[in-house]
């Protein structure tokens, strides 16, 4: 289980910089001083840390933190270590992942919440501010749990530990199902990138440019969002490119909704062994 769970782990990062997301860096579009190399060498070096064995999800997280320091220099993945944590101590338990990630997530300890902490202000992520309480930067006196459940109206992550994983569920797995297939995944890729985008307010532009800039880029992603229901092949689209283009000019960068995408394609590829067949091929 533990090689599964890496596998699953470095093929959901791997997609992610394999098709194009806007705003977002792709193989196709490096942007905002990042390569997608770079998410990928931060892949292959976290995914020890997210399969360590006996390790609680704040250690996982803040070795993996390190571990990426070590390669890449800047934060690529803490959104994704954030989320890939509970989700891979999750797997371990059983093939219910829906409850067991529920499990993980309400099971959380005050160490938890120091070692993520830790971890947060070793990655420094782009808008990290100061908060009256559970500031990272302060020792921790609640578990991780209760920390996140105190973000969660402002950070679609956090909210995911408040609410058990459920949005991972109900959209961003919905949205793979109805389109996702291992055979030709940029298409499903996109699809769920944009349903997470267009549903909400992106956490990491609202912390960069501010609410007005993330929700203009929100009901641009809505109409791509609407094409992407339909069935179209939105790279055959030049115009898809340059809205890509057009963000990183801007230096607007979906990072939460591509964080909740890489969760997304991980615990797709946790429930449907075609996902490794397919990673087979390519390799």
């Known amino acids: 289980m533990r090689e599964r769970i890496a596998a699953a782990f470095e093929l959901a990062c791997t997609l992610d910089v394999a098709v194009r997301k806007p705003g977002n860096v792709s193989l196709v579009s490096p942007g905002h001083g990042m390569r997608a190399q770079q998410f990928v060498d931060s892949a292959h070096a976290a995914r020890d840390a997210i399969t360590l064995d006996g390790a609680s999800v704040g250690e996982r997280i803040e070795v993996g933190v390190w571990a990426t320091q070590a390669v890449a220099g800047c934060n690529t993945n803490l959104g994704i270590l954030l989320l890939a944590a509970p989700i891979a101590m999750a797997a ?17 300890t005050l160490d938890d919440a120091e070692r993520t902490f830790r971890a947060i202000t070793v990655a420094n992520p782009g808008g990290l501010g100061h908060s009256s309480e559970a500031d990272v930067r302060a020792p921790a006196t609640m578990t991780l749990r209760q920390a996140m459940q105190l973000a969660a109206h402002r950070d679609r992550i956090a909210r995911q530990y408040a609410e058990g994983g459920a949005e991972l ?23 769920v990138y944009l349903a997470w985008l267009s549903s909400e307010a992106d956490s990491h532009i609202v912390r960069r440019q501010g609410a007005p800039a993330a929700q203009a880029v929100t009901a641009e992603a809505a109409v791509w969002a609407r094409r992407a229901e339909a069935g179209e092949h939105l790279d055959a689209d030049p115009a898809f490119a340059a809205w890509d283009q057009s963000l990183k000019r801007q230096g607007l960068n979906p990072g939460t909704s591509a964080d909740l995408t890489v969760a997304t394609l991980m615990l797709a590829a946790l429930l449907d062994d075609r996902a490794f067949a397919g990673m087979e091929r390519d390799n």
């Open 92 to 108: 371990e338990v059983g093939r219910d992942l829906r409850t067991a990630l529920a499990a993980v997530f309400a099971a959380l």
């Open 169 to 191: 569920f109900d959209l961003g797995l919905a949205a793979w199902d109805r389109h996702g297939r291992w055979d030709d995944p940029a298409p499903g890729v996109q699809a």
